[in-house]
């Protein structure tokens, strides 16, 4: 009789033997993501049970996470938190990103247009995210003079400019203030090439032509594009030089 109960009872051991080991972990598993969870909620910053998960799955609980997403929630962010996990796992500091998008996002200088990504990118470079910031805000001033020739007059030009460098030519590009002298140069002083666009002009009202030069040679998007800089303002000068007596 026993053996016949034994046998009828084998199925069930059997699904007991699997479910016990599986319940085991999956209690195992709660508690730790509840524990990640409240670890986050210490920070003051409240998670749900998926992300607590994901946070597991990506790299583990790291502090420095959880004040970055409770910096970005107080700071109104939008940041995902998997995001904020995967660059402390690659070596970053997500406070200092978190931190340095808020900064940009309430600046209305142009020089420093980014997102989280390229913050990550210059922050797991090695760089200082917040000196790269100050040095893409800071004005520089160039001042140059020279000549041009058009329509046969010689024309004496003094040109200055402020500029800033984009965050990301910053924290990637190298510079040469000399390469963007000589552009500047090359561009004012070749204006025969030119030519088709100044048949309106008078070759002897020097407004005309430094309207031109400055609102079509030298605009902004000259800048942009084949300088690499954001302009700020701009003023070019012309003057006839007087012959000797």
Known sequence: MYPNVIVALMPSLTAIAFFVPVLSLLCLLF????GVKRKFRNENCDIGFRQALNVMLQGGYKPEVAQA??????????IPLDKLQLHAAAGGDPVAVTEALSYIQDS??????AGFKHLSLI?????NVKQT???AEKTRTLELEGE????????????KARYRRPL???AFDNFSEAEIVRE?????????????ELIRVDVADTDQIERHLIDTVLRPSFWERNLRLQLVDQDLKLTVPELPR
Do not use: C, M, W
Request: no cysteine; aromatic share 8%; net charge positive.
């Open 133 to 135: 910031i100050t040095e």
């Open 168 to 170: 990301l030519s910053v």
């Open 108 to 113: 209305d200088i142009p020089s420093l247009r």
């Open 31 to 34: 508690i730790k993501v509840n």
């Open 148 to 159: 041009l020739e058009f329509s046969g007059r010689t024309f004496r030009y003094d040109f």
């Open 69 to 78: 997403a409770a910096k970005a929630h107080a700071l109104r962010l939008e």
């Open 123 to 127: 922050d797991q470079s090695g760089k």
């Open 184 to 196: 500047i140069k090359r561009n004012i002083e070749d204006i025969r090439r030119y030519h088709k």
